[in-house]
């Protein structure tokens, strides 16, 4: 059976497809988004993103099926390093 891709909607209004286990990484790239990264441990944060209201960090978080049918990304903002 085929698998169903995910479609995945970003802050900048972009639209994409992603399917189970890619990268958050690249599949943000195709519609001109760079995460920001770090440590690609899993241990500074830098890559956190929203999706569907939850953080998750980019470089140690494959692309999974949600509930909704949508997932809703958006950067993750810091407010103890923005001013
Ligand atoms: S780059 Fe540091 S937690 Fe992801």
Partial sequence: MKEKKIKIKWSNNSET???IGDDWFSIAKKVGLEIPTGCL???CGACEIDVNGETVRACITDIKRDKQSVLNV???KDPYWEN
């Fill in 74 to 76: 958006s950067l993750t």
């Fill in 17 to 19: 497809y992603a399917s």
């Fill in 41 to 43: 441990t899993g241990s």
